[in-house]
């Protein structure tokens, strides 16, 4: 079978056909006189799996990465059979079995190594190469996937081991992130385990007001994550404050599209799922495209959800092998969807990218402007070639 993530490209009006016709056949949530789109009964219910309508989604997280987009066989998924804890560590630090062994620990029900032990070998191992992949691995261990604090879990080792291979680590950062709110949302308490800045920087971009797109989206060198840390933010704001806020949320206070998120092609199933698995490197969860529409300024349409609940397990549960299996096999037949930005898009920032114009501070020869084309591109320098051609070839 060939693997190409544009298996199949649709746009709006055949997704809500298939929607429709996938509920009706599956008896799964029409009722009569029902109302295919939602763009009206939208509710902000942060982070609410089963009820999501604003949800961090794999193309944000791309964007603030500035990951490549996603390759059908490049998302992954925990190996069926893992390699023992050691063997791993010995590739990844070129440390020796007898120095690997002698610093393993258990913490909990998992494996670990501390990061002083880390550190160490970043401080004075003599490979320089081995020096970066040991600090990214704590980077993944400590920020990404913080299980165990002050030590890098073994269930990171299987991802980061992969990640030279291409695997992007997107769906694996949501699946964790969505786990974890969960967990704690059914608990009523917890730890966030998961990736606190990167859904922070993701929180910032829709709770509060900022600048339309800019010009600086359409440059390669730029970066939405630089670009929030530059930011200044209140730290004076206390939790019950924050309690308050977010209970009393309405549509006109949500930045629905993040600034800097250029849509495109969006993801809204997977092989035979209607809905999108994901797997973490804990275990798996899922999410729905279909309900988050509005953060790509479209309508939503009500999804096919059957089966959703059985998405999320850990790897621990009983015939979790098989699912695993599944969701693999799933993303090697991924559906993709191109028209989910087909809405209204009102700013003349997304029409100049549509058009393939790549900087809007730039005047159309006929507007008649005296400032020389070189005083507009200053501020994207690194498009200076592009735009010279394309107006080149208009005149």
Same mark, same amino acid.
């Given at each position: ?10 746009? /709006? ?20 006189? =029902? ?6 009964? %939208? ?41 023992? $804890? ?81 695997? %992007? ?7 964790? %992130? ?39 989206? $359409?440059?390669? &060198? ?21 309690? %308050? ?26 092989? /035979? ?22 953060? =790509? ?22 015939? =979790? ?7 693999? &096999? ?66």
């Amino acid at each position: 079978m060939e693997k190409g993530f544009l298996d199949r490209v649709e746009d /709006n009006a055949a997704v809500r056909v298939w929607s429709e016709r996938t509920q009706q056949e599956k008896c799964d949530s029409l009722a009569e006189g =029902y109302e295919s789109e939602l763009w009206d009964f %939208t509710r902000i219910s942060l982070l609410h799996l089963g009820g999501v309508d604003l949800v961090p989604t794999v193309e944000e997280y791309m964007a603030l990465l500035n990951c490549p987009s996603i390759q059908v066989d490049r998302a992954y998924s925990r190996p069926v059979s893992v390699p023992p $804890f050691s063997k791993k560590l010995i590739r990844i630090t070129g440390m020796s079995e007898q120095w690997v062994a002698a610093r393993i620990k258990q913490k909990g029900d998992s494996k670990c190594i501390p990061w002083g032990n880390l550190r160490d070998l970043i401080l004075a191992h003599p490979d320089l190469k081995k020096r970066v992949d040991v600090f990214a691995l704590s980077i993944y261990g400590l920020v990404v996937f913080p299980k165990a604090l002050g030590y890098v879990d073994e269930a990171v080792s299987d991802l980061f081991d992969r990640l030279d291979k291409g695997t %992007t680590p997107v769906p694996a950062i949501l699946a964790e %992130t969505f786990r974890s709110l969960n967990a704690c949302r059914r608990a009523g308490e917890g730890r966030f385990i998961g990736c606190a800045q990167l859904l922070l920087a993701w929180f910032h971009s829709h709770f509060w007001k900022a600048e339309k797109v800019s010009y600086r989206v $359409f440059s390669r &060198d730029y970066s939405p994550l630089r670009e929030l840390v530059a930011i200044s933010r209140r730290d004076d704001i206390s939790e019950e404050k924050w309690i %308050t806020i977010l209970q009393n949320l309405q549509a006109e206070n949500v930045e629905w599209r993040a600034p800097w998120f250029i849509p495109g092609e969006i993801l809204y199933r997977c092989g /035979n799922f209607d809905w999108v698995p994901l797997a973490g490197i804990w275990g798996a969860s899922g999410y729905i495209p279909l309900l988050v529409l509005r953060q =790509y300024r479209s309508r939503q349409f009500i999804p096919a959800t059957q089966g959703l609940a059985q998405c999320e397990f850990s790897y621990k549960d009983d015939g =979790y092998k098989r699912k695993v299996r599944e969701i693999s &096999d799933a993303w090697n037949q991924t559906r993709r969807m191109k028209g989910f930005t087909a809405g209204p898009m009102t700013t003349p920032e997304y029409e100049r990218w549509r058009n393939r114009r790549v900087n809007d501070n730039i005047p159309k020869p006929n507007q008649g402007s005296t400032q020389p084309i070189e005083e507009h591109l200053r501020v994207a320098p690194s498009e200076l070639e592009i735009i010279k051609q394309d107006f080149e070839r208009k005149s």
